[in-house]
């Protein structure tokens, strides 16, 4: 299966910070949830979603006692069906069973 890329876009002064962009994965299309590194989104500061050609407004949640984990909501209209369906690759693994989360860079390292 192939996942849409979808960029996280953080914006100072009406500018995009070249040098603070990743990427994020859906988690919820009807209520425009994507997860992402709490890394990307520490700053606060407005942030924006690039997804199929559009760009919408979100908003930050960062949960408590979470090492790395950020979420984006979208604030801005959106339509569900503009966005692909979030993908499960399986049943749940056992709690201890190691993963492998991937991302994007879309900027210089």
Do not use: C, K
């Amino acid at each position: 299966m192939v996942e849409p890329i979808v960029a996280v876009l953080v914006e100072r002064n009406g500018h995009f910070d070249m040098g603070q962009m990743g990427s994020a994965s859906v988690i919820d299309r009807n209520r425009g949830m994507f997860q992402t590194a709490r890394h990307v989104v520490e700053l606060d500061t407005q942030y924006r979603i690039a997804l199929n050609g559009r760009v919408y407004d979100a908003e930050r949640i960062l949960p408590d006692a979470v090492d790395d984990v950020g979420f984006l909501r979208i604030t801005s209209p959106f339509q569900p069906q503009d966005i692909q369906e979030a993908y499960f690759p399986g049943e749940d693994p056992p709690v201890g069973t190691p993963f492998f989360v991937r991302g994007i860079h879309i900027h210089p390292a």
